[in-house]
RNA sequence: GGAGACGUCGCAUAGUCAGGCCUAGUGCACCACCCUGCUAAGGUGGAGUCCUCGUAAGGGGACCGAGAGUUCAAAUCUCUCCGUCUCCGCCA
């Protein structure tokens, strides 16, 4: 949800984002059409609730005898009073609706346009060179036994898959080591609900223009989560925080859940694309003065999980038009896929601003005392996609792959993984 | 799954049976000031959230788990839902 007040005072700014996104800038218009009908709806229902009131403090008084003329009398007022409730009501959700269809203004420097108009930041490392043809990461997985997706297939449907042996430790590995780096930075572990109801799913902005990607419990009125960002973002709403320690951050880890429509035909193969994966996810509560620094902290740790593992890597700018309506600003961290000749993204970091807080109503208390809403950051610290850079980028001729040294205290000091064995 | 009890301003509670004197009382905690040289001291006052009118001072409205209803008037009556607790049943 937008800042009712910029919209009021200054309405440009939002339509200039819109354009940015490539979002209509009517839809400002509207909202704001929608914003004076509304306070005018409410202050004529106050104003005839007021006289209501002080109508009833009347009767209450009055003598037995008096009691039944006054009563009389009010009964049109009080017809008045609920017309003009119901009429206040139906503006308030009409300007809600409205409101809710502009998106998160994005901030300055975001680059404009759709998908293919993000910006380089930074290269770092050197992208891996062979001399013998590479092995794609299923390939590579199933040598090692380590990734079955003919078994997923069976038991679950297209895009399921089992990790075994070695490729099940080394999800558990690479998941534990991003947590003790979360731990180390001082974020609070959170194991999430991955299901969730449909307020909360809503709040995070998942039933939008995503709303095809999740999965539902129609039977129970309750969502899959495609990412632990639902349940955190929902930990702390309806609340007021204390933020005067510093921000507050978590680090979630949950299985998600993606039903991946419309990616028909799309990276098909092995577990770059699947419907159920894990996630360490970042998410932290903050002031909005702090958001921006917070989220240049959440890319700097990321970057160095990818360094630690010996991955090559491309940080991006996401452009306006492929942001989703709750960022003003996303950096996604694409790895080099040495197989596909091209990075794909591992991670993503978004800065919601005040956005998802607003809609979720989690707010914290200003040093003048006042509330206000806090702003929300996150990113992913590991996923199970990782498996294929790190699998790809680190293979021998023979088949074997070498364990980044960061990971090898996760693995009991294993050094190399082998084909053939257990 | 069945039966019952409960959900009140940060915490703890009163109020609900008999609707209006509840702009929700009290205790604790909190903040300011006063008093007092000390370890659960006393006094006075203040204090919630959201919306709205107003340049402001200051008004008005809403909120007693959520929603709907009855009524001139709902914390209080009715219905639905959610949650918590107790007992029974079932259970990987």
């Not at 013998?132 to 090692?144: T, V």
């Not at 955190?232 to 309806?238: I, K, N, P, R």
């Not at 003003?328 to 040495?338: N, T, Y």
């Not at 023979?398 to 205290?409: I, K, M, N």
């Amino acid at each position: 949800m937008i800042d009712p007040v910029l919209l009021r005072e200054n309405p440009d700014a939002l339509k200039l984002s819109q354009r940015a996104r490539g979002d209509a800038e009517s839809l400002v218009d509207d909202a704001l059409a929608a914003d004076s009908v509304r306070r005018a709806a409410i202050t004529s229902f106050e104003a005839l609730r007021a006289e209501q009131n002080a109508f009833g403090k009347r009767v209450a008084q009055a003598a037995p005898d008096d009691k039944k003329a006054l009563v009389a009398e009010v009964q049109q007022l009080a017809a008045q009073v609920r017309a003009a409730g119901v009429a206040a009501t139906e503006a308030e959700q009409a300007f809600t609706a409205a409101a809710t269809r502009i998106a998160n203004p994005i901030i300055p420097g975001v680059p404009s346009g759709g998908e293919e108009n993000f910006v380089t930041l930074r290269e770092v490392g050197e992208v891996p060179s062979f001399d013998f043809e590479p092995r794609d990461h299923l390939e590579i997985g199933e040598l090692l036994g380590a990734i079955d997706m003919g078994r997923g297939a069976k038991v679950s449907g297209a895009r399921f898959y089992f990790l075994r042996g070695i490729g099940a430790r080394l999800e558990l590995a690479l998941m534990n080591m991003a947590l003790d780096r979360a731990l180390a930075a001082g974020f609070i572990p959170l194991i999430t609900p991955t299901l969730v109801k449909p307020e909360i799913m809503a709040g995070t902005g998942f039933l939008g223009e995503h709303a095809d990607e999740v999965y539902r419990l129609a039977e129970d009125d309750l969502y899959l989560t495609g990412t632990s960002e639902v349940a955190l973002a929902g930990y702390h709403a309806d609340e007021i925080l204390d933020l005067t320690e510093g921000p507050i951050r978590y680090a979630g880890w949950s299985t998600c859940y993606r039903r991946e429509a419309g990616s028909h035909g799309k990276d098909t193969r092995g577990i770059l694309r699947v419907h159920q994966f894990n996630k360490l996810e970042m998410f932290v509560y903050t002031t909005p003065e702090e958001a921006e620094a917070e989220h240049d902290r959440l890319v700097a740790w990321q970057e160095a999980m990818l360094r630690s593992l010996g991955l090559s890597y491309r940080v991006i700018d996401v452009a306006a038009g492929d942001l989703g309506s709750s960022a003003a600003r996303k950096f996604d961290i694409e790895a080099w896929v040495p197989t596909q000749g091209a990075f794909r993204e591992l991670t993503s970091t978004s800065n919601c601003t005040t956005f998802q807080a607003r809609r979720l109503d989690t707010r914290f208390r200003t040093e003048s005392g006042k509330t206000a809403p806090v702003a929300t950051l996150n990113g992913t610290l590991a996923t199970t996609r990782w498996l294929v850079a790190i699998l790809e980028t680190h293979q021998r001729a023979d088949g074997s792959v070498t364990v980044p040294e960061a990971l090898r205290p996760y693995l009991g000091g294993l050094e190399l993984l082998v084909p053939g064995a257990v």
